[in-house]
């Protein structure tokens, strides 16, 4: 839960280490990582993304779910080559 300007709004935080930075909407949990729940399933306004080289991303979860991303998503400061997939680069911010 975050506020801004007197409006709280809801944020799930998510990072990642990986070298392709893809980062799973998905929970999982116990002791064999079962996948039991997808952050789209839930009320959330945003999505706050840090990736391997600590650049943050603040993703609107409605944007998610209109863009069809069920599973996961990459996170990249250009534009996607082949104008496949969800852009993450308009969603980077700076502190």
Known sequence: M???DGKFY???CKATG???NNISLRSCGGTK???YDSIL???LDYLFCLDKEQNMYVIPVDVL???GNSKTITLKKEPNKNNQGFNTYPYIVSL
Do not use: L
């Open 10 to 12: 809801t944020v799930q």
């Open 41 to 43: 399933n839930h009320p």
């Open 33 to 35: 990582g079962i996948s």
């Open 18 to 20: 990986s070298t392709d």
């Open 65 to 67: 779910r209109k863009a």
């Open 2 to 4: 975050v506020e801004k």
